[in-house]
């Protein structure tokens, strides 16, 4: 594999599908910046990950981001996948399990996403397990996301992490989130609310096991989406995409989250950005804490 790598262990890891498929396209450079931004004013650098022209990229440059955006049409890349981009000479954003992958060989620990992906039963279609749940067992990176998407069968995903022996862990909360509502109807492992404290246990449980941790960091209260709404707009996404041709597998989220982002008049996505910048800021200062810890 041909790794470009620009980063290091006071790096954090950011994905680029959040980019390329998680907002409108014209809204994703000023939001990379963003992110990058809140990464170094807590302490820690960004390295955005993602594969260009058959290069493994992390800690992709202005030029290389604005290559990939550029294009008509970008690809997703997961670990099942990633080999195939790789050896075709292809290009694809990078989904968390991807991201993982190539963090973990660049040496980057912390990485911050939106919500990971996980168990999915869209009606009158096949169950869909996302291949972020298995790359927990094997790359030792801490994930700092919202949980996961309000749209997936959030028990069965909380099941599932339990099932792999990925320990799941709250920032400031006793509950599994839901991307779009703090509390997703499960709880995690253990909460922290102290950082250096969750600094030394992410640590010490990434060289102890070398798998993931799932940090969980609910979407700021002002920002959360009424349950009710959410409800309602899920339903009425979920009937447009089964009578507009029923999107499965790894379509079945991008479809669903682009009619929620419609029918809601753009209050998804602004909760989506939203938790995506604060899942960056405590990541950031996840790494920074680890580093701290690493120095001492």
């Given at each position: 594999m041909h790794l470009t790598n620009r980063a290091g262990p006071d790096c954090v890891a950011l994905e680029t599908t959040l980019l390329a498929h998680g907002v409108p396209r014209e809204a994703a450079p000023a939001l990379a910046r963003d992110l990058e931004a809140i990464v170094r004013d807590a302490g820690a650098r960004p390295a955005t990950v993602g594969v260009l022209r058959g290069g493994a990229?992390?800690?992709?440059?202005?030029?290389?981001?604005?290559?990939?955006?550029?294009?008509?049409?970008?690809?997703?890349?997961?670990?099942?996948?990633?080999?195939?981009?790789?050896s075709a000479g292809g290009t694809c954003a990078t989904t968390v399990s991807a991201t993982m992958e190539l963090a973990a060989a660049a040496g980057v620990r912390v990485f911050a996403t939106g919500g990971v992906g996980g168990v999915h039963k869209m009606r009158g279609g096949p169950l869909d397990v996302s291949a972020d749940i298995l790359a927990f067992t094997r790359f030792p990176v801490a994930v700092v996301s919202s949980g996961v998407k309000a749209i997936l069968d959030v028990a069965s995903t909380r099941e599932a992490f339990e099932t792999i022996g990925a320990p799941v862990i709250g920032w400031r909360t006793n509950a599994f989130?839901?991307?779009?509502?703090?509390?997703?109807?499960?709880?995690?492992?253990?909460?922290?609310?102290?950082?250096?404290?969750?600094?030394?246990?992410?640590?010490?449980?990434?060289?102890?096991?070398?798998?993931?941790?799932?940090?969980?960091?609910?979407?700021?209260?002002?920002?959360?989406?009424?349950?009710?709404?959410?409800?309602?707009?899920?339903?009425?996404?979920?009937?447009?995409?089964?009578?507009?041709?029923?999107?499965?597998?790894?379509?079945?989220?991008?479809?669903?989250?682009?009619?929620?982002?419609?029918?809601?008049?753009?209050?998804?996505?602004?909760?989506?950005?939203?938790?995506?910048?604060?899942?960056?800021?405590?990541?950031?200062?996840?790494?920074?804490?680890?580093?701290?810890?690493?120095?001492?």
């Open positions: 990229v992390v800690g992709m440059n202005d030029e290389e981001l604005g290559a990939m955006l550029a294009m008509e049409r970008v690809a997703k890349g997961n670990s099942s996948n990633l080999g195939v981009f790789l989130p839901a991307f779009y509502l703090r509390d997703g109807g499960a709880r995690v492992d253990a909460r922290f609310d102290d950082m250096p404290e969750m600094a030394r246990f992410v640590r010490d449980e990434l060289r102890r096991t070398g798998r993931g941790v799932l940090v969980c960091n609910p979407i700021p209260e002002a920002d959360e989406i009424a349950p009710d709404d959410w409800r309602r707009w899920l339903r009425e996404a979920e009937s447009r995409v089964e009578t507009e041709g029923g999107a499965g597998g790894r379509d079945a989220t991008p479809s669903i989250l682009a009619a929620l982002h419609e029918i809601s008049g753009g209050a998804t996505l602004r909760a989506n950005i939203a938790l995506v910048k604060d899942n960056a800021r405590v990541a950031a200062r996840l790494c920074a804490a680890m580093m701290e810890i690493r120095g001492s």
